[in-house]
C-alpha cells in the first residue's frame, strides 16, 4: 500500500505541472488561474447541495429503519470530491468532478458496497437494539433482573470522604 501511495504522491503533481503547463501555454496565465479558481467555488457549492441530498436521503433511510451503507459511502465519496475538487490541478478537478456527479458515484459506491459486507445485525427499526446475549463490559447482561439486587437496579459498592489538607491551609 505504501508504494502506491508513494508513486500517487509523485505523479499526480508530475501530471498536473504538466496539464497546468499545457493549459498556461493554451489560454495563458491569468485565464488558466481563473479556471482553477472557478472551478474550486463552483465545486464547493456542489459537494455542499450534493451533500445536504445525500444527508436527507440518510435520514430518509434511517427513518424507514434501514441501513443507509450506500448513502454514507456517498457521503464520503462527496467529501473526497470536495477535496479533489479544492486541490489545484485539472486532473484532480476531472475526478472531483466524476465522483460529484450522482451517476457515477452512485454506480462506483455499489462497486465498493459488492466488495465490503455490510451485516444489520442489531439493526432494527431506525436504531439499535440489545440482542439476546447482551453482555456488559466485564460478561455479564447489564439489564438482567434479579442480579446483586433484588430489584436488578442495586449497585453494590464502597464509599469514603477524604479532606483535602491545602484547602485548609489556604484560610
Given amino acids: 500500500m505504501f508504494p502506491v501511495l508513494l508513486l500517487l504522491f509523485i505523479l499526480v503533481p508530475v501530471i498536473e505541472i504538466g496539464l497546468f ?3 498556461g501555454g493554451w489560454l495563458g496565465l491569468w485565464p488558466t488561474l481563473a479556471l482553477v479558481l472557478i472551478t474550486a467555488f463552483v465545486g464547493a457549492s456542489l459537494v455542499r447541495s450534493q451533500g445536504i441530498m445525500t444527508l436527507a436521503s440518510v ?5 424507514r429503519g434501514e441501513l443507509p451503507a450506500q448513502q454514507i ?8 470530491a470536495g477535496v479533489l475538487l479544492l486541490t489545484p490541478g485539472f486532473m484532480t478537478d476531472a475526478m472531483g468532478m466524476l465522483v460529484l456527479l450522482p ?3 452512485a454506480a462506483l459506491a455499489k462497486q465498493v458496497m459488492k466488495r465490503v459486507t455490510v451485516s444489520q445485525a442489531g439493526f432494527s427499526q431506525g436504531g ?3 440482542g439476546d ?3 456488559g463490559p466485564f460478561g455479564e447482561d447489564p439489564f438482567r433482573r434479579g442480579g446483586r439486587g433484588e430489584d436488578g437496579n442495586t449497585f453494590e459498592g464502597e464509599y469514603e470522604r477524604k479532606d483535602d489538607d491545602d484547602d485548609h491551609r489556604l484560610r
Wanted: glycine share 8%; no cysteine; hydrophobic share 45%.
Fill in 21 to 23: 503547463i499545457q493549459v
Fill in 59 to 63: 435520514q430518509d433511510r434511517l427513518n
Fill in 73 to 80: 459511502l456517498e457521503g464520503v465519496m462527496l467529501a473526497v
Fill in 103 to 105: 451517476g457515477p458515484r
Fill in 128 to 130: 439499535f437494539h440489545q
Fill in 133 to 135: 446475549n447482551a453482555q
